[in-house]
């Protein structure tokens, strides 16, 4: 019969890693991407104004505007961190 103790140990998450601070570049990366996660929320916001509802031509242009605001924010984000991380501009 095979002990399965040592493989538990592996897998289970310490209590140190769990309870701690972001690191200065953990904030860095979530202050990189809060323009897309707030864009993603507004979008989320408007999806959510119209499931208990027929929605209407506003409802209609506030997801498209808010769409728009996603895709926007995205191609900002991989263009900042494109130019970051191919210094020189090498492809």
């Known amino acids: 019969m095979k002990l399965i103790a040592p493989?538990?140990?592996a897998v289970t998450?310490?209590?140190d890693s769990i309870d701690r601070e972001p690191t200065a570049?953990?904030?860095d990366v979530i202050e990189l991407e809060s323009p897309l996660i707030l864009a993603e929320v507004?979008?989320?916001d408007a999806q959510i104004m119209t499931?208990?509802?027929t929605p209407t031509e506003l409802d209609a242009r506030r997801i498209r505007r808010a769409r728009n605001r996603v895709?926007?924010?995205r191609r900002d984000l991989v263009n900042r961190t494109a130019g970051a991380m191919a210094p020189g501009g090498a492809a």
């Open 25 to 27: 570049a953990e904030l």
């Open 51 to 53: 499931l208990d509802r």
């Open 42 to 44: 507004d979008l989320l």
């Open 71 to 73: 895709l926007s924010a």
């Open 7 to 9: 493989l538990q140990t």
């Open 13 to 15: 998450v310490t209590v």
